[in-house]
Nanobody, 125 residues
Framework: QAHLVESGGGSVQAGGSLRLSCTAS????????IGWFRQAPGKEREGVAASSPRGGSTYYADSVKGRFTISRDTAKNTVHLQMNSLKPEDTAMYYC??????????????????WGQGTQVTVSS
């Protein structure tokens, strides 16, 4: 069973930054679409950002455009989500997921077949 592992979550004040990382062992992430999703208590999981294989295309939810950046570090087999200008409404559990094939914006969770366990992000006002 392939495993994705997220890290980098934590607690920050509004306006701060965090960088999340998604890694895998035993196989390369470069052939997969990688998406970042989040789920706040009592809310549905939503797509935040996604990257095509090798990072040629990126996709962002309107709520994070201009603040979040998804990128790949191929040498470290890692996909990062740089989150700047964080807001209290960004508080959620953040998950990374992989998809072998992609259609459209890639922010729909139904496109993804393998998920990590998540990392908590808490933004205080």
């Amino acid at each position: 069973q392939a495993h994705l592992v997220e890290s980098g979550g934590g607690s920050v004040q509004a306006g701060g930054s965090l960088r999340l990382s998604c890694t895998a062992s035993g196989y390369t992430l470069s052939i997969y679409y990688i998406g970042w999703f989040r789920q706040a208590p009592g809310k549905e999981r939503e797509g935040v950002a996604a990257s095509s294989p090798r990072g040629g295309s990126t996709y962002y939810a309107d709520s994070v455009k201009g603040r979040f950046t998804i990128s790949r570090d191929t040498a470290k087999n890692t996909v990062h989500l740089q989150m700047n200008s964080l807001k209290p409404e960004d508080t959620a559990m953040y998950y990374c997921a992989e998809a072998r094939y992609g259609v459209g914006s890639m922010l729909m969770e139904s496109m993804y077949t393998n998920w990590g366990q998540g990392t908590q992000v808490t933004v205080s006002s």
